[in-house]
């Protein structure tokens, strides 16, 4: 098994480029969910508990952001 993130987008996105990428590894601890901009990939990663991003994915489906 790999020690590195397997990164993957939504099934939402739709390659314009403004997307977030969500990892899962093995090495991983259970506890943590990490999140990047796809269009930095070396850029920086936050990582969030899984409470915390159920809450920003709930505030993003929720957010009129137009």
Known sequence: ???RPIWFKS???NNGG????VAA???APRSAVSVRDSKHVEGPI?????EA??????FARNADLG
């Open 11 to 13: 099934s939402y996105s």
């Open 18 to 21: 403004a997307c977030v990428e």
């Open 25 to 27: 590894s093995a090495a």
């Open 53 to 58: 991003f159920a809450g920003l994915v709930t």
């Open 1 to 3: 098994m790999t020690d």
């Open 46 to 50: 936050l990582t969030f508990s899984p």
